[in-house]
C-alpha cells in the first residue's frame, strides 16, 4: 500500500488549486473531533452520577437482604446470622426490622418506613453511622426512647433534635370499643442523617431493635437479615449461594434487583444519549463524504493518468480511502485527546461546581471508562470508513480512456 499511502497524503496537503478540498476535510476532521470529545465527556459524567447514586444507595441499603417467606419472620435469627457469616465472601450480617408506620409532630404527618437495627452490627453493614450529621446511634435521649430520622423528613415534620414525635403502627392494630385501633408510641429525635439521596433522606426512619419488636408485637423474631459482601458486583451470584447454603423458607435478594428498574432507566439514558450524540459524528462523515467527492471530481485527470500507467481500481479505491480515514483518525484520536483532558481537569480541579443544597454532590461528577473510550472510537472510525466507499467506488470506476479524452 506504499504509492496509495503517499499519494493520499498529497492529496491532503493544502495546494492553491484544491485549497478548498483540504478546508472541507479538516472542518469534517473538526467535526469529528467535536463528536467523540462531547461523547466521552457526556458518557463519563453519566458513568459519574451512575457511580454516586450507586455508591449512596449501597451505603445506606444493604448489599443482600435475607428474608422468609413465612409470614411471623425469622425466629432463629442468632443462628442464621453465624451460618452466613461463615460463607467466606461475607463481611458481615445484622439483623432488621422493616414495616411501614404513620408518623406526626405537633405541625405534621407522614408515612414513612421504620426500620429497627442492632447499632453496633448496622455499622458494620451499612454507613449509616457515617451519614449521621447530629446524634448518634445509641438511640438515647434522656429516658425517652430514641428514633434518627432522615433530614429531609425531619425538615417536613417540623422537628429538630429532643423534640417528640408520635409513631403509629398497624402492624398488630389493637382491639378497643370502637374496633381495631393503631398501636402507639412516642420518640424522641435523637439523631438526623443525610445520604443525599431524597428517596431515603425524606422516607427512613430508624428505632433499636428491641424497640421496633415491641412497636410491631414482634417478640424475639426480625424481618430480614442485611448481608454486606466483600464484592459489590457478585452479589446476585452471592444471594444464590447464600439461598442454596440456608435452604427453605429463606430467601435472598441482592441490591441490583431491588433497585433494577433505577439502573435500568439509567443504562437506557446513557445509551439514548450516545446515539444522539453520534449524529455530530455523522454530520462530520457526511461532510468526509462531500470532501471526497469534491477530490474525485477535480483528481478525474490523475485518476486517467493513474490507471493508464498500471493503476488497478482497487489500488485507486485505497487512495481515496485512506484520504479519508486519516482525516477520521486525525479527528478521533485529536476529539479523544480533548475529552479526556477536559474529564481529567474536571476530575482533579473540580471546574464545574454544583449547589449542594439542590444536589446530594458538590461538583459534577467524572468517571471515564476504557470500554467507553474504545467503543466511541472504533464506532467513529467505522463511520469514517463507511463514508468514504461510495466516493471511492466512483473514483475506482472511472475509465481512463473517457477521462483523458476530454482533458
Not at 249 to 272: G, I, Q, R, V
Not at 290 to 312: F, N, Q
Request: glycine share 8%; hydrophobic share 45%.
Amino acid at each position: 500500500m506504499g504509492y496509495e499511502l503517499f499519494i493520499a497524503k498529497r492529496y491532503l496537503r493544502s495546494k492553491r488549486k484544491n485549497r478548498f478540498v483540504s478546508v472541507i476535510t479538516a472542518i469534517s476532521a473538526g467535526g469529528v473531533l467535536i463528536g467523540v470529545a462531547a461523547l466521552i465527556i457526556v458518557l463519563s459524567v453519566m458513568n459519574g452520577f451512575e457511580s454516586e447514586v450507586r455508591s449512596r444507595i449501597i451505603g445506606t441499603t444493604a448489599h443482600i437482604t435475607v428474608s422468609s417467606f413465612q409470614k411471623e419472620g425469622l425466629s432463629d435469627y442468632q443462628d442464621l446470622l453465624a451460618e452466613i457469616e461463615s460463607v467466606p465472601e461475607v463481611i458481615a450480617a445484622s439483623p432488621t426490622i422493616q414495616y411501614k408506620v404513620a408518623i406526626a409532630s405537633k405541625t405534621a404527618s407522614d408515612g414513612i418506613v421504620l426500620r429497627g437495627i442492632d447499632s453496633e452490627l448496622e455499622s458494620r453493614v451499612t454507613d449509616l453511622d457515617e451519614n449521621l450529621i447530629y446524634g448518634d446511634l445509641r438511640f438515647e435521649a434522656g429516658e425517652a426512647r430514641g428514633i434518627v430520622l432522615g433530614r429531609d423528613l425531619a425538615d417536613h415534620l417540623g422537628v429538630t433534635m429532643g423534640e417528640q414525635l408520635t409513631v403509629f403502627s398497624l402492624r398488630e392494630p389493637e382491639m378497643a370499643l370502637t374496633g381495631l385501633m393503631p398501636k402507639v408510641s412516642r420518640f424522641t429525635v435523637s439523631g438526623l442523617f443525610q445520604t443525599g439521596m431524597y428517596e431515603y433522606d425524606a422516607t427512613l426512619g430508624y428505632i433499636s431493635l428491641q424497640e421496633a419488636q415491641k412497636l410491631f408485637n414482634m417478640g424475639e423474631t426480625v424481618s430480614a437479615i442485611e448481608v454486606k459482601i466483600k464484592e459489590v458486583y457478585s452479589a446476585r451470584a452471592l444471594a444464590r449461594k447464600i439461598e442454596q447454603k440456608i435452604g427453605y423458607p429463606y430467601y435472598a435478594m441482592d441490591w441490583m434487583s431491588l433497585h433494577k428498574n433505577l439502573f435500568s432507566w439509567m443504562t437506557l439514558e446513557k445509551w439514548a444519549m450516545f446515539l444522539t450524540l453520534s449524529l455530530i459524528v455523522a454530520v462530520a462523515a457526511f461532510n468526509i463524504i462531500s470532501a471526497l467527492i469534491m477530490a474525485v471530481t477535480e483528481k478525474r485527470k490523475d485518476i486517467g493518468i493513474l490507471k493508464s500507467m498500471g493503476a488497478t481500481s482497487g489500488g485507486i479505491m485505497r487512495i481515496f480511502i485512506l484520504q479519508g480515514i486519516v482525516a477520521g483518525v486525525v479527528g478521533t484520536v485529536s476529539g479523544g485527546l480533548v475529552g479526556l483532558g477536559l474529564c481529567y481537569l474536571q476530575e482533579r480541579f473540580r471546574i464545574i461546581s454544583l449547589p449542594p443544597e439542590i444536589y446530594f454532590i458538590s461538583s459534577l461528577p467524572v468517571q471515564v471508562r476504557a470500554l467507553d473510550v474504545l467503543l466511541v472510537g472504533l464506532a467513529t472510525l467505522a463511520l469514517t470508513f463507511l463514508a468514504t466507499i461510495y466516493p471511492a467506488r466512483r473514483a475506482a470506476g472511472l475509465s481512463p480512456v473517457e477521462v483523458i479524452r476530454y482533458e
